[in-house]
């Protein structure tokens, strides 16, 4: 059964700061990743999408992907206030079945 | 471009009454899968539609279905409704084709069972 773990948080981090985002997932076959934000009573929106190991940059975020350690994070460089939500990891298996397979997410708080 | 569009936004229900729920995809997407959110489970897979067929499907009862039109707009079905099922349940589409597919999730239906 496929798992994504994610500390639950509450991670607090001070604005300007870089906040750092884990995720670890238990299948090997997952193939995509991704990282969506969620306001609190609102939808998730995606972030980042990750395919292949290394680290891919958009604007001040950076998601980081080692598949040999089965391991996915999320960078946020200049922290805002604004930033503060909860972050879902998802990975998917490639023609798999499940559709993605979210974590229960970090909620991040950007302490002004 | 207008966005995934779902309906009802809030409702209330009994216990064992049934309660059906709607989704519009962007246009152009032939995708539309459904999660349900609930702050002890987080978000996990109900079932995907792709061109009006149920090509995955998540751990869930068989009171919980869906279907899909000829238009890709995409509604799901709980039946026998359980104070479990009080949850926000939300519906993401896709284009659907081969490759990953970036979800792009509605505002969501919460679902209230009393």
């Known amino acids: 059964q496929k798992e994504v773990e994610q500390n639950s948080g509450p991670l607090s981090v001070p604005e300007g700061a870089i906040a750092s985002l884990n995720c670890t997932y238990s299948?090997?076959?997952?193939?995509?990743f991704f990282w969506y934000r969620q306001y609190s009573g609102k939808s998730p929106e995606l972030i980042m999408s990750?395919?292949?190991?290394g680290d891919k940059e958009d604007g001040r975020f950076t998601a980081q992907l080692n598949k040999a350690s089965q391991y996915v994070s999320l960078l946020i460089r200049d922290s805002q206030p604004s930033d503060s939500a909860t972050y879902l990891c998802?990975?998917?298996?490639?023609?798999?079945?499940?559709?993605?397979?979210f974590g229960k997410g970090t909620h991040l708080i950007i302490q002004p | 471009k207008a966005g995934v569009t779902q309906t009802p936004r809030y409702l209330i229900k009994t216990r064992g009454q049934q309660v059906t729920l709607s989704c519009s995809p962007i246009?152009?997407?032939?995708?539309v899968s459904w999660y349900q959110q609930t702050p002890g489970q987080g978000l996990q897979f109900l079932f995907e539609?792709?061109?009006?067929?149920?090509?995955n499907k998540g751990n869930f009862p068989g009171r919980f279905s869906g279907r899909q039109f000829s238009n890709s707009r995409s509604e799901m079905n709980v039946s026998t409704l359980e104070l479990g099922d009080s949850a926000l349940y939300l519906c993401a589409s896709s284009f659907g084709g081969a490759g990953a597919n970036v979800l792009t999730f509605g505002a969501g239906s919460r679902l209230t069972v009393l």
């Open positions: 299948d090997r076959g997952s193939q995509s």
């Open positions: 539609y792709f061109s009006e067929t149920q090509r």
């Open positions: 990750i395919y292949s190991n």
């Open positions: 998802a990975v998917n298996i490639e023609g798999g079945a499940d559709g993605l397979t």
């Open positions: 246009s152009g997407h032939r995708s």
